[in-house]
């Protein structure tokens, strides 16, 4: 089932045209990685699924993004409660200098969505959900910014599935870690994909056969070719691809 379809979408900083008549759908509960060499274009396509680009000056987009049937781009406010329900995750952890436990609950708090017991109830469920509880339940009162990077990140992800955010976006969320933290995301990834929908981009190539379902290729803002992750990656269609898999580029 399609969670989200992308069709004929434009992106332009100014003069400059930095995503190119993209078109792709993505599957409910399921990894899709977007690929691609610095500068492609695959973060900037990432943030226009949430309309975090709205944030930029001088910004552009033509084209539609269809979340559950509905153009986000067609919405004359609410981007508070799409942002909501599409989360992003960053490159590097970002936890507010708060505690562990106010972390989690912040979103909760701001769209008195809880509180009380059933405010404790979601952190805890939330932090589960991450594997954080067990490191962390005599620490909740803590200040987050003391936590590992892993534990950081997992940190971020646990807010998002505390407000019931159905999209995670995930924006190369291992660069900043070592390569057991990283394996330990990506099972976690592989956890969370039986509820949420994730879209990662990632520089990794190792990273994107390992855990997406669906990958997409970008080269200069084009989305090159889109398909099952195996296909992308042992029989690729276009030759740019292939050359970039083989690492003749990029």
Not at 129 to 145: C, G, I, Q, Y
Request: charge should be neutral; hydrophobic fraction near 40%; charged fraction near 30%.
């Amino acid at each position: 089932m399609k969670k989200i379809e992308i069709e004929g979408l434009n992106l332009f900083y100014g003069d400059f045209q930095a995503l190119l008549d993209i078109r792709m759908s993505v599957r409910e509960k399921a990894i899709t990685a977007l690929i691609g060499s610095s500068g492609c274009g695959k973060s900037t396509l990432l943030r226009c699924l949430n309309r975090m680009n709205d944030l930029i000056e001088d910004v552009r987009i033509e084209g539609s993004v269809k979340i559950d049937g509905k153009d986000i781009y067609k919405i004359k406010s609410g981007l508070t409660q799409l942002r909501k329900k599409v989360g992003m995750v960053f490159q590097r952890p970002n936890p507010f200098p708060l505690s562990v436990y106010e972390n989690v609950a912040f979103g909760l708090r701001v769209h008195h969505m809880a509180k009380g017991s059933e405010l404790e109830d979601i952190v805890g469920e939330s932090l589960k959900a991450v594997h954080l509880w067990d490191e962390l339940k005599d620490r909740l009162n803590r200040s987050a910014l003391g936590l590992s990077l892993e534990q950081k990140q997992r940190l971020c992800i646990a807010r998002l599935i505390a407000v019931k955010s159905e999209v995670l976006l995930m924006d190369e969320p291992c660069s900043a870690l070592d390569p057991l933290a990283t394996l330990r995301i990506e099972d976690l990834m592989q956890l969370l994909k039986k509820d949420y929908t994730i879209v990662i981009v990632t520089h990794n190539m190792q990273q994107a056969a390992r855990v997406s379902d669906e990958t997409g290729f970008m080269l200069l803002g084009e989305l090159v070719e889109f398909g099952r992750t195996p296909d992308i990656f042992t029989k690729p269609k276009d030759k740019r691809t292939e050359d970039y898999i083989t690492g003749r580029f990029g």
